[in-house]
């Protein structure tokens, strides 16, 4: 039966690949016949379908089909987990990918939120989300969202980053469940701010900084009534989060590595933010940037901001851009790098991320590049990107796997000169909307950064551009 498919699957030898496809294709057809269907059925079906590499969608759709039609008491990981195996191994069919999900969804007898998530997940995850498939989750995402007690808001975070990441797929259910997530974040919100009346002057709101690119301590960029946008020098580090945000685990964060910016937020911060002490909301950070790398970095000023700013990003609606030198001369035409990123351990126990099968999918986009020479001739490249996505280190995976790593980043390939000591990565560009009209940040390259390019020499006219006012548009 097809519960025992994964053991059929796994018997496969090197030489008998026929017998193994047999054998799972016989447990595919016995999917229509059984009448007390459990999830771990077709799931087990599926990991035994790419144990025995039967890539086509003949062995997987069938089992998908006879699942939905038998399955009387769907919990909603079962759709999520036979999804995950066709997403895993990248056997791309979009009329597979959806037929799981999108029966199952309509027959969920108790839906909630983490299970329409999860029911999303397991396709998107492939990056062949079918839109059949994922817009049927927002009537069964409706009542969550109305529920009483409410939702936590990282449940109600789950659905939106699962349409996310399905892409165009995903769009049109997208837009209405981002407006009902955003009513039920305000009412916490406001709950949430409620407590400390009078604790926050909500009419600061001014760009006044105490420092500059050349500052070796934070300081306050843009101050708004519900965020801050704040500078991060180099050798300063985020080391909260809350375990499930993509952009909370983007970063390096090995203890000990560097100041603790969190640290500085309560010292200077605490008299006037709402979330600053807060360490279950990551003491108002909504994303982290590694210890070497300097620029902006948002931070919540209350609830309302925390929680709106964090449905933005799951959305993926936070406009990020970087500037990077990195070896080589890059292609000059604007391109995508979507390889997916796996976190594994490297040596030393250090983290770091690497393109693999089971990878989570990662976007970074090019925007524009200046050739420049080094002292010794070296090609380098000065380029602007954008990340779509927030995997860790993904910017310094993503150009390293390429042929093209940053310049003193030896984890990934770089080499150290002694006219660049650090990393050569600087986050130059935040823009979001949270409700309250656009905010836009700009960052200007760090000091150190600033004096590393003054050492190269421009291999043509246009790659003198004034980086140092407008680091992401250098005309």
């Known amino acids: 039966g097809p519960a025992k498919a994964r053991t059929l699957g796994r018997a496969e030898t090197p030489g008998e690949p026929a017998a193994g496809r047999a054998r799972v294709a016989a447990a595919a057809r016995a999917a229509h016949g059984a009448s007390d269907f459990q999830p771990e059925g077709p799931t087990n079906v599926g990991w035994a379908r790419t144990a025995a590499s039967a890539r086509g969608p003949q062995t997987f759709q069938p089992t998908g089909l006879g699942a939905a039609a038998g399955m009387s008491d769907l919990a909603a990981q079962g759709p999520s987990g036979t999804a995950r195996p066709h997403a895993t191994q990248s056997a791309s069919n979009p009329r597979t990918a959806a037929v799981v999900p999108r029966a199952p969804l309509s027959r969920l007898l108790s839906p909630t939120l983490q299970g329409v998530g999860n029911a999303t997940w397991g396709p998107s995850t492939g990056g062949h989300s079918h839109a059949l498939a994922v817009e049927e989750t927002l009537p069964e995402a409706a009542p969550g969202l109305r529920s009483s007690p409410p939702p936590a808001p990282a449940e ?29 974040m305000e009412r916490q919100a406001r709950r949430m701010d409620g407590r400390f009346p009078g604790a926050q002057q909500h009419d600061r709101c001014d760009g006044s900084a105490s420092g500059g690119p050349a500052s070796a301590t934070p300081y306050v960029m843009l101050r708004r009534p519900h965020l801050y946008v704040l500078w991060k020098p180099p050798g300063w580090t985020v080391t909260v989060g809350n375990g499930e945000d993509d ?36 003491h108002g950070f909504l994303h982290r940037l590694d210890c070497q790398t300097s620029g902006a970095i948002l931070c919540a000023r209350t609830y309302h901001g925390y929680f709106l700013a964090s449905l933005q990003f799951a959305a993926r609606r936070v406009r990020k851009e970087y500037v990077c030198l990195c070896h ?43 050739h420049f020479r080094g002292p010794c001739g070296t ?20 150009l390293g796997s390429a042929g093209h790593p940053l310049v003193a980043d030896p984890k990934y390939g770089g080499r150290l000169f002694p006219w660049c000591r650090r990393v050569f990565l600087h986050a130059a560009r935040l823009e979001l909307d949270i409700g309250a009209g656009p905010l836009a940040a700009r960052s200007d390259l760090a000091e150190d950064l600033v004096q590393a390019l003054e050492v190269l020499g421009a291999s043509c006219e246009r790659a003198r551009p004034s980086l140092v006012v407008l680091p992401c548009d250098p005309g």
């Open 156 to 184: 109600v975070l789950a659905p939106v980053r699962g349409l996310s990441a399905a892409g165009a797929a995903g769009a049109r259910a997208l837009g209405p469940l981002l407006e009902a997530a955003g009513t039920l």
């Open 247 to 282: 952009d909370l685990a983007s970063a390096d964060t090995t203890p000990g590595s560097g100041s603790p910016l969190q640290d500085w937020v309560m010292g200077q911060l605490g008299s006037e933010s709402l979330v600053a002490e807060d360490a279950g909301a990551a």
């Open 328 to 370: 080589g001369w890059l292609c000059a035409s604007p391109h995508l790098f979507e390889a997916p990123l796996l976190v594994v351990h490297a040596a030393g126990g250090a983290k770091c991320s690497t393109l693999g099968v089971g990878g989570r999918p990662a976007r970074t986009e090019l925007h524009w590049v200046r």
């Open 379 to 398: 090609r380098l490249s000065l380029t602007a990107v954008r990340l779509h996505t927030g995997r860790m280190h993904q910017i310094r995976a993503h």
